[in-house]
């Protein structure tokens, strides 16, 4: 190990935080006054200055739009290539956190009846554990997209707005489309016939459709005879994303499985 970058503040506990980190191809190690991160990569790197811009890319991705841990901040660049382990400072500068709701459920199951204390407690471990399993997937459908993809972080940004109009549902397909030019393989990649898009067209872009909620404010003849509705549209691209978000993971997941 040649290199690792201390976490000086965090709001997760440990493991929480070392699960996270293992999915973006990490390790929590012990650096000098804190705990740090260590990935292969580091290795490859000749400066300070160099683990320090990659270990911001992570930074990004917890505090931005994914809002796994808005109180994540980096502390020094440990260099491991003397005997005694040498502390590089930099600036961190505070940033600005959103903070956005994400839809969730918290159900309380009773136990089992008739349970000795040692199965009790048993009971109660598993349950504990899938809960924790479950928060982490969710953390994790966010955080890696947004470490591993550029776009991800904007197509989070603009799934959290309360309000949603025709402009930020086509923006969104748009960051995920990446180009016009890529259309064909994307539709094809996610099982997006041309009507089904057209109709999303048609709802996205017509105020002839959806009114004020569209995009253009010039009136046309719809160009399917059932456009999706507001409501629909808002699904299709939820859908979508959802869908776009596990790919990114599935195609990283692919890469470091031998």
């Known amino acids: 190990m040649k290199w690792s970058v201390e976490i000086q503040k965090t709001g997760l506990e440990q493991r929480n935080l070392s699960d996270l980190l293992s999915g973006l191809g990490f390790q929590l190690v012990d650096g000098v006054d804190f705990k740090a991160m260590y990935a292969p990569s580091f290795d490859r790197l000749q400066t300070a200055n160099e683990v320090w811009e990659e270990a911001k890319k992570v930074r990004t991705a917890f505090i931005g739009p994914a809002s ?27 940033s600005i956190c959103s903070t956005f709701s994400v839809g969730s459920v918290t159900l309380t199951v009773s136990s089992p009846k008739d349970l000795s204390i040692k199965e009790l407690k048993k009971w109660e471990e598993d349950g504990a554990e899938q809960e924790y399993q479950s928060k982490l997937e969710r953390q994790r459908e ?117």
């Open 68 to 94: 796994i841990d808005t109180e994540f901040r980096l502390g020094s660049v440990v260099d491991y290539s003397t005997e005694e382990r040498k502390r590089h400072a930099f600036l961190e500068a505070e």
């Open 142 to 258: 966010k955080l890696e997209p947004a470490f591993l993809e550029n776009n991800a972080p904007k197509v989070l940004e603009l799934l959290s707005k309360e309000i949603q109009t025709g402009e930020s549902l086509y923006k969104t397909y748009e960051l995920m489309e990446r180009h016009p030019s890529n259309r064909k393989v994307f539709q094809k990649q996610f099982n997006i016939t041309e009507n089904e898009f057209k109709r999303f067209s048609d709802a996205v872009h017509n105020p002839v459709v959806s009114g004020d909620f569209a995009r253009h404010a010039y009136q046309d003849k719809p160009k399917t005879v059932d456009p999706m509705t507001i409501v629909e549209a808002s699904n299709f691209i939820r859908t979508l994303s959802e869908n776009w978000l596990a790919s990114i993971r599935k195609i990283n997941m692919m890469k470091v499985t031998p």
